[in-house]
């Protein structure tokens, strides 16, 4: 099974902006898509954004145009850029491949 690592998250102000990082413990990740869901208190998680291996990405609709996913092969590390955060983008970060789940990180913004 792969280890998701996950870093970046933070409080920010609305408007503002965090990268998130996940670090993948093995080359296999390479080979597949990873993703991005969040999930918030009381809320189901749910897909944010995802990057196949040729890199080909797909986005939620309520994130298109402010976040941003990107791959590094060579570091086994996907990344999510997110803009223009707004309160209701407050939750738990998750990184995803195959079957294996990282820790999450924690993205609050709220002024």
């Known amino acids: 099974q792969v280890q998701l690592v996950e870093s970046g998250g933070g409080l920010v102000q609305p408007g503002g902006s965090l990268r998130l990082s996940c670090a993948a413990s093995?080359?296999?990740?390479?080979?597949?898509?990873m993703a991005w869901y969040r999930q918030a208190p009381g809320k189901q998680r749910e897909l944010v954004a995802a990057?196949?291996?040729?890199?080909?990405?797909n986005y939620a609709d309520f994130v298109k145009g402010r976040f941003t996913i990107s791959r590094d092969n060579a570091k086994n590390t996907i990344y999510l850029q997110m803009n223009s955060l707004k309160p209701e983008d407050t939750a738990t970060y998750y990184c995803?491949?195959?079957?294996?789940w990282g820790q999450g990180t924690q993205v609050t913004v709220s002024s």
């Open positions: 995803n491949v195959l079957k294996s």
């Open positions: 990057i196949t291996s040729a890199g080909s990405t």
């Open positions: 093995s080359t296999i990740s390479i080979v597949y898509t």
